[in-house]
């Protein structure tokens, strides 16, 4: 059975009318990425990293998949095919196109983390700082459950394995300047894997990818797997 690994970047996302941040210099809906992603932006103002993930939780639950995402939903059914599917995304397009195993190594926009005992609570309509964690009763710990910069993606030992074993590497909509997701296609490749990129822009300088196929993903990806 063939095992194919497959990594998804914001791209995907772009075309449900979701923003990427590296297309637009540095700023996610119009904020500073470092303010509302990274630990030292949570230290500094946690209360306007609530806030952001807030506003941005209602336009994430508007969104609908694309032919992209519904493409790897179908092709997950496939019987002649492993698949294994990260995504650095944090909206929830993939489950709501139906796929079933979706690895979320940055994190899950519907939950929030109590950093004082780690428990993973579903988030209500709203999260604050200075709510009370309903496992330990800890008040001023939670964080939204979402891998900013300066912490440790999920799932890597996981993930480790599925690059090692993965016949076919395929990144979606992702610009490899994210670690270390950016490093995922050199160890697929190492270990002996084919690699594709499916991205609207070339990636100079990138010996890693055996086949970067331009264009919109929910034009060019579909075909492309059911071929596979
Ligand atoms: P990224 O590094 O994954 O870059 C986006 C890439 O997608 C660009 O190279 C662009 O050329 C390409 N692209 C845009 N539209 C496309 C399309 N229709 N088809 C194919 N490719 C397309 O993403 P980023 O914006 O730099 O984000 C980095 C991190 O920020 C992510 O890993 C994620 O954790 C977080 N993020 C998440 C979301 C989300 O959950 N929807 C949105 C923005 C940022």
Redesign the pocket.
């Known amino acids: 059975m063939k095992k194919v690994f497959i990594l998804m970047?914001?791209?995907?996302?772009?075309?449900s009318g979701?923003?990427?941040?590296?297309?637009a210099n540095g700023l996610?809906e119009n904020f500073k990425v470092e303010d509302v992603?990274s630990i030292e932006g949570f230290e500094k103002n946690p209360k306007q990293v609530h806030e952001f993930y807030n506003m941005l939780r209602p336009q994430?639950d508007k969104a609908l998949p694309n032919a992209?995402h519904i493409a790897i939903a179908d092709f997950e059914k496939r019987a002649d095919i492993s698949l294994y599917l990260v995504t650095?995304?944090?909206?929830l397009l993939h489950e709501k196109a139906g796929s079933k195993n979706v690895r979320h190594m940055?994190g899950r926009?519907d939950e929030t983390v109590c950093l004082k005992c780690g428990h993973v609570i579903k988030t209500p309509e709203k999260s604050a700082f200075d709510d009370v964690c309903d496992k330990c009763g800890a008040k001023g710990y939670l964080k939204p459950n979402i891998?900013f910069f300066g912490e440790m993606p999920m799932f890597m030992d996981e993930i480790e394995n599925e690059l090692k074993s993965c016949d076919v590497f395929v990144a979606?909509?992702?610009?490899?300047?994210?670690y270390p997701?950016a490093g995922f296609v050199q160890e697929a490749k190492y270990y002996g894997a084919e690699t594709y990129l499916?991205?609207?822009?070339y990636i100079e300088n990138n010996y890693y990818f055996d086949h970067q196929i331009l264009?919109?993903?929910?034009e060019?990806l579909p075909a492309f797997l059911q071929k596979l």
């Not at 979701?18 to 297309?23: M, N, Q, V």
């Open positions: 970047g914001a791209g995907i996302s772009a075309e979701l923003k990427t941040f590296r297309d996610w992603a994430m992209a650095q995304n944090v909206d940055h926009i891998v979606v909509g992702t610009s490899g300047v994210v997701a499916f991205n609207l822009e264009g919109k993903a929910s060019t």
